[in-house]
């Protein structure tokens, strides 16, 4: 058949079959192909897990009582509360990995410290309410330590004494706050990431025993650039959508720019960087509120300080950075710290802004990502009698504890009393008599393993009415892919913390399996047990050393234990650990209560409780302070009001319908409420708002909000009252 005889049909057939012939094949070709690579992805998916964690987070108010009760930190008799700087939150994260069932709990709490007692109570209340979900191995409760917290939350006998015993308003108003938190996390848990980022604050601590310091070895200083960590580690954890969730950091620096003299319940500095990072991402809300968390924890702060103009004889103004840390005249109790700035609430502001700065610049940068399996291990330790295997030949041993003479001494952030000196390594004739006419002789096993240590109190051999210091402690690692938090029971030193995270890293990245892992050390966490210095450090005996209760080797108990956490985390052994005795949980009726109940209110004849009685100016400029003055109850019978209400409101004026809108309250900045115990059972609560340069101009009130305790028939009654105040002019 020759060409010349195809018709035009035939030709526009063959065209057609020949086209569609090549879009089958192509149709076949994109279907094989896609199937291909959907099935190497569904297999890389397979190999490759994904690593997006269920996160929670939550806050809680657990102010507590804020008038006529101790505040704990400084152990100073004459610094109780008299009213409310910046209201206390717990913050709680939860961290779970959605293709198993493990998940950890972090709890950062505006608190000095995580008592036995509080731990045991909140782990008793989480098991009611979730069975065996939240436990003592995934749950780490942590406190920020500031020292202008309520005391009263405590077990044993030593900070039952300095807060004036057990006060179940304090403590109940931490337990609820701490599982609130717990509860709000719980509920909002959701798909996310989590980022972390490292970057050193600058100018913001100081180490406050540097003689201490220089005894460790001088090639191991040598590889620091500085006596203190620096570093702030962040973590930033975002929706699927990179939407802020929340922000956990560790910061090593004492909570102390609020001095000793202060009486007003605060959050100090590491709480302020928590106001102004949740402030900045919950735009609108008032403080406290808003679905944003923002916790500052502590870390290995046991011997830096905020206070970074350093020690100065507040008599002479010379330089008292000496071994002793005393003063030509006057002594040791002339010898004090001061923060950078003009009073110690501008203090706190620059201290923790500062703080809250780098961690605003981590979180902006924040790429590298964290992945990985959840794990966890806990153990109780005796840790009156554990012995150390330094190596095949050499071990030693803890002690019961004891505290030391350097420990009555106090430290430059807060002195002691009877002029007590740091760096005492011998004993005093007078003092020994006293302590064993009252307390009873140390024994010579005690002060032998304590040695160089001079013993003031043998809290170990001294059991009446309870126990003076805790035997059994909590250790305990969480790991998050490639972060552990390492849950420390007190108060480690710089170099302590460097050698416990040197240890824990080395453990976990021994198997292999995970590398590049970030250790971060969390203090004060789940019981107390004062500090813990380095061995070197314990020899000068400065406040630290003295305060390091389980004797020369109690770091080196820690590392022991720690490192064998970290161990069993590596080769997937959790489940051989042996629990450990678990600790005392002693009846709230064997603990001792020294703090008398409020008594009945009074108020002057032909007044009401709520009235002004210096009232405010007509008009005020930004930059001033407006102050109004009202008749009070005792704020500590305002049961109402400690949890989640608030003592005072600065409203303003939006002239619709006449309206008030609450612009700040108790929980801001820029307030503050003082509490002034007056004669014949009368007082009175000024409250003082300091306006800011921001503010809007308008017309503004400030209302005070309480309780007043009156008897009838025997029965005490509080009967609520809201002030009232006329109304005053903020003006350009």
């Known amino acids: 058949m020759g060409c010349k005889n195809v018709s035009p049909l035939g030709i526009g057939c063959t065209i057609l079959f020949v086209l569609m012939t090549a879009v089958a094949v192509t149709i076949i070709a994109v279907f094989y192909i896609t199937e291909k690579l959907r099935a190497e992805a569904d297999s890389r998916s397979a190999e490759e897990p994904s690593y997006y964690y269920q996160i929670g987070v939550g806050r809680a108010d657990c102010t507590g009582p804020i008038a006529n009760l101790p505040l704990m930190g400084y152990a100073n008799p004459d610094q109780t ?23 950890v709990v972090f709890v950062s709490t505006d608190i000095a410290m995580v008592s036995q007692k509080l731990r045991l109570e909140v782990m008793k209340l989480l098991k009611r309410k979730y069975g065996s979900l939240y436990r003592q191995d995934n749950v780490v409760l942590s406190g920020t330590h ?38 709000i996390a719980h509920k909002s848990m959701k798909p996310g990431k989590i980022l972390v980022n490292k970057g050193e604050v600058e100018g913001s601590n100081i180490n406050r ?23 702030l580690v962040l973590l930033k954890m975002v929706d699927l959508d990179g939407h802020g969730i929340g922000a956990l950091s560790w910061f090593a620096v004492h909570p102390v720019s609020m001095n000793n003299t202060n009486h007003l319940v605060s959050s100090d500095n590491m709480g302020y960087a928590s106001y102004l990072f949740e402030q900045e991402k919950n735009t609108g809300s008032l403080p406290g509120k808003g679905p944003f968390v923002a916790a500052f924890a502590s870390s290995n702060l046991g011997d830096v300080s905020s206070n970074t103009q350093g020690p100065h004889c507040v008599n002479t103004g010379e330089s008292c950075d000496n071994p002793d840390s ?56 005796n840790m009156s009698d554990v012995t150390v295997q330094f190596n095949s030949t050499h071990k030693g041993h803890t002690c019961k504890p004891a505290l030391g003479y350097s420990f009555a001494a106090g430290t430059t952030d807060g002195v002691g009393a009877f002029n007590f000196t740091q760096g005492t390594v011998e004993g005093d004739p007078f003092w020994d008599s006293i302590r064993d006419v009252l307390l009873g002789k140390p024994s010579n096993e005690t002060q032998e ?49 460097r050698r416990l995270r040197e240890t824990v890293k080395s453990e976990l990245e021994s198997s292999g399996s995970v590398k590049d892992i970030d250790v971060v050390v969390a203090g004060l966490c789940n019981v107390y047990t004062h500090y813990i210095t380095t061995y ?43 629990k450990g005795p678990e600790p005392p949980d002693f009846p709230d009726k064997k603990l001792i209560s020294l703090l008398p109940p409020n008594p009945v209110d009074k108020k002057p004849n032909n007044t009401a409780f709520g009235d002004v009685v210096m009232d405010a100016q007509a008009a005020y400029k ?18 109402g009001f400690m949890a989640g209400g608030t003592f005072l409101t600065v409203e303003k ?49 400030i209302r005070h909000f309480g309780h007043f305790k009156t008897l009838q028939f025997l029965k005490p009654i509080f009967n609520p009252y809201n002030g009232s105040s006329t109304t005053f002019q903020v003006t350009n």
């Not at 025993?209 to 570093?231: I, V, W």
């Not at 809290?459 to 909590?474: A, L, N, R, S, Y």
């Not at 930004?622 to 049961?639: K, L, M, Q, W, Y």
């Not at 306006?691 to 503004?700: A, D, F, H, K, L």
């Open 81 to 103: 509360a008299a009213g409310l700087h910046t209201r206390l939150y717990s913050r709680a994260f939860i961290v779970a990995d959605p293709s198993t069932s493990r998940r």
């Open 146 to 183: 500031t020292h202008s917290g309520p005391a009263g939350y405590f077990q044993y006998t030593l900070c039952l004494i300095t807060s004036k015993g057990y006060i179940k308003p304090s403590i109940n108003a931490l337990i609820n706050g701490i599982v609130k938190s717990i509860d």
């Open 209 to 231: 025993s540097p003689y201490s310091y220089l005894q460790n070895p001088k090639e191991e200083r040598a590889r620091y650039k500085s006596n203190t960590d620096q570093e």
């Open 326 to 381: 005393t003063c030509p005249v006057g002594g040791p109790s002339m010898c004090m710290s001061s923060g950078p700035g003009r009073d110690m609430f501008d203090s706190t502001a620059i201290i923790g802004r500062s703080i809250y700065n780098k961690a605003k610049e981590l979180s902006r940068t924040a790429t590298r990502e964290i992945k990985g399996p959840i794990n966890f291990a806990h153990q109780w330790v």
């Open 449 to 497: 393993c304590h040695l160089p240590k001079p013993i003031l109190f043998n809290t170990g051999e001294m059991t009446k009415p309870v126990p003076w210091h805790p035997d059994i402690v909590d250790v305990q690692i969480l790991t998050i892919g490639t972060l552990a938090i390492v849950a420390v029971p007190g108060e480690f030193t710089t170099m302590s913390g």
């Open 536 to 578: 070197e450090e314990y020899q000068v005996q400065r406040y630290e050393g003295a305060s390091t209760i389980y004797g020369p080797h109690t770091l080196s108990a820690y590392i022991q234990s720690f490192r064998g956490l970290a161990k069993a985390i590596a080769e997937n052994s959790v489940d051989q650990l042996p």
């Open 622 to 639: 930004p930059g001033d302070v407006a102050e109004v003055t009202f008749i009070s109850g005792n704020p500590r019978n305002s049961v």
């Open 653 to 701: 004026s939006d002239h619709v319908g006449g309206r008030w809108v609450v612009r700040y309250n108790d929980a801001s900045w820029d307030t503050r409420l003082y509490w002034n115990k007056g004669l014949r059972g009368h007082s009175n609560v000024t409250v003082s708002w300091h306006i800011p340069y921001s503010v809007e101009i308008g017309t503004y009130r």
